[in-house]
T-cell receptor, first 115, second 112 residues
């Protein structure tokens, strides 16, 4: 167990709705990253937060947004859901400040289905 | 630009035989390289990582990988496969922390 938890485990939404996914990082980890893993593919980097500020973003539109809180929890918000947003969403926490050698610890993911 | 290519989408081995999962990378900078494993309905677990120290990296569960800069490869090996090794394996390149790129994955099947 990595100590990273995510909620909910599964979620079903309809096209156009908004969704909030939650993650609880390991205590002491200042960095959280979010990934989208479509079926049969590798995870795609969405964005990363370090000490409550976004410090990197992948090729995802602005309707994907996030928040990180001082208590090591974070959120991923997706507005105007599209069918292609159906995927497993993973969060990963890391200590931060170690550059590219930072080890990320992944949660079990939230399976989002958009109908 | 950074990229990572896992050369096999599926690998099938018999229990007790060696495992080789191939990964090539491209990076403009000195990258860190990782291998993660994903078992069904479980989170990604770190097997090992390379961070510019020893080129032969030993990980958990008997896995190891060798960083070969001249070949831009980071292949994962294990001398003897176990049934519990059956899973999806991802090669990952990271430059600057937030530029983390996963390969498409290699599904490992282990036959009894």
């Amino acid at each position: 167990e990595t100590g990273v938890t995510q909620s909910p485990t599964h979620l079903i939404k309809t096209r156009g709705q908004q969704v909030t996914l939650r993650c609880s990082s390991q205590s002491g980890h200042n960095t959280v990253s979010w990934y989208q893993q479509a079926l049969g593919q590798g995870p795609q980097f969405i964005f990363q937060y370090y000490r409550e500020e976004e410090n990197g973003r992948g090729n995802f539109p602005p309707r994907f947004s996030g928040l990180q809180f001082p208590n090591y929890s974070s959120e991923l918000n997706v507005n105007a859901l599209e069918l292609d947003d159906s995927a497993l969403y993973l969060c990963a926490s890391s200590l931060g400040g170690q550059g590219n050698s930072d080890t990320q610890y992944f949660g079990p993911g939230t399976r989002l289905t958009v109908l | 630009a950074q990229s990572v290519t896992q050369l096999d989408s599926h690998v099938s081995v018999s229990e007790g035989t060696p495992v080789l999962l191939r990964c090539n990378y491209s990076s403009s900078y000195s990258p860190s390289l990782f291998w993660y494993v994903q078992h069904p309905n479980k989170g990604l677990q770190l097997l090992l990582k390379y961070t510019s120290a020893a080129t032969l990296v030993k990980g958990i569960n008997g896995f190891e990988a060798e960083f070969k800069k001249s070949e831009t490869s980071f292949h994962l090996t294990k001398p003897s496969a176990h049934m519990s090794d059956a899973a999806e394996y991802f090669c990952v390149v990271s430059v600057g922390g937030f530029k983390t790129i996963f390969g498409a994955g290699t599904r490992l099947f282990v036959k009894a």
